[in-house]
């Protein structure tokens, strides 16, 4: 009698050994699917949906979910749910208190009170759950599993979902600390954007201020130029009237001044005169927007059709582009009405239209302007089939004083200021593609609004 009840102790014994030992390979089973998940796992979600498949492997469940209360705040979060359950059906925490204070084994969903008020809809269909709190420093989280059987989950599964709460608990933590250094990376990033932009603003402010000085400095000798210009005009004309007089009265000087070719550099003097007094007008405008493109004033802007600067400007850079390049100008049908300052928006093609002439190969050059309408914007696309701009310079090309072209050939002024001309006028220029086969600039400004 006595060897049978020592038998039978025994294997009490040995039963719960084996209890205890095939606990443990389960609780090493759910340690190990978690590393690795958390070692595989590229984002939140993958690495959620790992752990559960880990559970169910030792748990048997229909869905489980991560809910999520911040701290100090009675609204719950959905962090992570398999199957996907409904969000917005969530209660507020403080109708769930009890799943935050401790571990609970619910054997019949539908029999207690304080939970159908606050979970119908969420758990609809599900009769039973286990549920453990999750503490970290930042959250209180509670991990369900939901089970569509009265009394699903026994105490060995709550002893299991225990032991390895310390473990999702931990993660959870990781996840936090995670999108902590994220913010904080984040934070450091816009904190470095804001140091760059106001760098940027004082030295677009100290380039108004040379600006200034250098149109009020250069604005008395253009005034010269362009007086002497007008009264050299006025004597030319004097000398063209004596010259056709004189040949009238003497025939033989009109032999000689055909030998002498005097009929070309009579009409060639002209046309020298009137482009120079073209370009010394069109310096005094450029000097006069120097000085004022920092602080614009909207009295100066007026209605104008952009087909027709475009036109303007395309012959003013024809003096120097012809030898280089073809132009080729693409219009919409109708003209292109906006609200800007003629003299500022002309600078700012002729910018464009001389780097694209300095970008092409000598004589092979192509220059193709392409003008329409898109959601409320004109879109210019200068194209050109230039060697395109190196990868090193793209980030740097709209700020001052920075050029690639080779010292003394180029200040670095001429896109920073078209570009500030252009945010002045509401629009924006941009490098849209650059490559071995030539670049495009594209320039956007507000179509103008009927009246």
């Known amino acids: ?69 911040l701290n100090d705040s009675a ?108 913010e904080r990376d984040d934070l450091r990033a816009q904190q470095y954007r804001i140091e760059q932009s106001l760098m940027r603003q004082e ?60 009929g070309y550099l009579q009409q060639e003097s002209q046309d020298l005169i009137n482009e120079s007094l073209e370009g010394a007008r069109r310096s005094r405008d450029i000097i006069n927007n120097l000085r004022t493109f920092s602080h614009p004033d909207e009295k100066t802007q007026h209605d104008l059709d952009f087909c027709s600067l475009l036109k303007d400007s395309i012959r003013i850079a024809q003096t120097q582009v012809k030898h280089n390049a073809r132009i080729q100008l693409h219009l919409p049908a109708e003209p292109a009405l906006l609200r800007g300052n003629a003299t500022q928006l002309g600078q700012v093609l002729l910018n464009l239209l001389i780097n694209a002439n300095q970008a092409v190969g000598a004589g092979k050059g192509q220059i193709d302007l392409s003008l329409y309408a898109a959601d409320g914007q004109w879109i210019l696309d200068i194209q050109d089939n230039g060697c395109g701009i190196a990868e090193s310079a793209q980030a740097h090309i709209f700020e001052p004083f920075f050029t690639t072209k080779p010292v003394g050939q180029g200040t670095g002024l001429g896109l920073s200021l078209s570009r500030a001309i252009v945010e002045q006028h509401g629009g924006t220029l941009r490098l849209a593609d650059t490559s071995a086969a030539g670049t495009c600039f594209q320039l956007r400004l507000p179509v103008l609004e009927a009246r």
């Not at 229909?62 to 209360?69: E, N």
């Not at 054997?107 to 304080?114: A, G, T």
């Not at 105490?155 to 608990?169: E, V």
């Not at 008395?220 to 210009?229: E, M, T, V």
């Open 75 to 182: 609204q719950l979060q959905l962090l992570a749910s398999q199957p996907a359950l409904n969000a917005q059906l969530l209660p507020d925490a403080d109708a769930l208190a009890q799943l935050f204070l401790r571990d609970l084994n619910l054997f019949n969903l539908p029999k207690l009170d304080w939970w159908q008020p606050a979970m119908s809809g969420f758990s609809d269909g599900y009769l039973s759950a286990l549920t453990y709190p999750l503490q970290t420093t930042q959250s209180s989280f509670v991990l369900l599993l939901f089970s569509k059987k009265i009394g699903a989950f026994s105490a060995n599964n709550a002893g299991m979902l225990r032991s390895f709460s310390s473990f999702i608990a931990s993660t959870l933590s990781q996840i936090e600390k995670r999108k902590l250094l994220q």
């Open 203 to 262: 030295k677009m402010a100290a380039i108004g201020q040379l600006a200034a000085g250098v149109a009020h400095e250069l604005n008395n000798p253009l005034g010269f130029i362009y007086c002497n210009l007008n009264t050299l005009r006025h004597y030319l004309q004097q000398y063209d009237q004596f010259i056709t007089q004189s040949t009238q009265l003497h025939p033989e000087l009109k032999t000689l001044g055909d030998s002498l070719q005097l």
């Open 1 to 69: 009698m006595k060897n049978q009840e020592q038998l039978q102790e025994k294997i009490l014994q040995l039963t719960y050994e084996k209890q205890q030992l095939e606990q443990f390979r389960h609780l090493n089973e759910l340690l190990s699917h978690g590393l690795d998940a958390i070692l595989s796992s590229e984002h939140h979600d993958e690495l959620f949906s790992k752990l559960f498949e880990g559970i169910i492997k030792v748990i048997d469940y229909d869905a489980i979910c991560i809910l999520q209360r």
